[in-house]
């Protein structure tokens, strides 16, 4: 595992755009794994500032997103569909056709498990993927306790979670109690991976990360298991390694 260390959450956002540029520079036409959550928009935002420097081009890129929420639309503001467009995709030259996203508005939720994994298999497996964690360790929605077997599958939000994302909706009941997401073993397929963790609130789960054994029950540390992890955490999430 590499770890780099930032200082603070802008530079661990130059850190791991600078490591995406390397990719597309390498391989023009390389498949990015990517995630949505508040830890990579500064990665997203630097990415967009460089294009619009003309120093990357997406047109022969193809993205693959970690996940989504089950029922709602890709209009929908909330759906991992439109926070893509609305941070990323918009504003760089990617052909839409090349990103991939799981529907969740479909009737068939096993067929669409089946379809995504076949996504990852063909027109990935990523040469890159972006991570974020949660502060009980989960990577995707994959929260503890999922198997490291796990392919894309159905996960039923737990309480907790629906109550966090809930501010994002009008009412709770408005909040989707079910999500898709590529699983553990699924997200290992990547040939390089980087995790990204900034702030506090994060410092627990990193420490657990970097000196606890690969355990369902943290399931970022699913990740020991890969040979080409990268951590890129700032001062704050680091603070308890230290
Ligand atoms: C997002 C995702 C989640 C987030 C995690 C951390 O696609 O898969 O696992 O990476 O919940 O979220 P933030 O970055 O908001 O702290």
Redesign the pocket.
Same mark, same amino acid.
């Given at each position: 595992m590499n770890i780099i260390v930032a200082k603070d959450y802008k530079e661990m956002s130059q850190a791991s755009s600078r490591m995406i540029e390397e990719q597309i520079t390498k391989k023009p036409d390389a498949v990015l794994g990517l995630?949505? *959550?508040?830890?990579?928009l500064g990665t997203y935002k630097e990415l967009v500032r460089s294009y619009k420097e003309g120093r990357a081009d997406y047109r022969f890129l193809s993205t693959i997103?970690?996940?989504e929420y089950v029922g709602l639309d890709p209009e929908h503001h909330q759906s991992?569909c439109y926070f893509m467009n609305q941070n990323f995709f918009q504003f760089i030259n990617i052909d839409k056709k090349n990103t991939y996203i799981p529907y969740g508005k479909t009737e068939g939720l096993e067929q669409e498990c089946r379809r995504y994994e076949e996504v990852i298999d063909t027109v990935g497996p990523p040469d890159l993927q972006l991570?974020?964690? *949660?502060e009980n360790g989960?990577?995707?929605?994959n929260e503890p306790g999922t198997s490291f077997d796990s392919e894309t599958h159905i996960v039923h939000l737990t309480d907790s979670t629906r109550e966090a994302n809930a501010r994002f909706f009008e009412s709770m009941e408005d909040v989707p109690t079910k999500a898709i997401t590529m699983g553990i073993r699924s997200i290992m397929k990547s040939q390089k991976i980087i995790l990204l963790a900034s702030g506090e609130r994060k410092a627990d789960a990193i420490y657990q990360l970097i000196h606890g054994e690969p355990d369902e029950q943290f399931p970022a540390s699913s990740l020991k298991n890969h040979d080409d992890l990268t951590l890129i955490v700032d001062e704050d999430a680091y603070k308890k390694v230290q």
């Open positions: 995630a949505t *959550g508040g830890t990579p997103n970690l996940d991992y991570l974020g964690i *949660g989960h990577i995707g929605f």
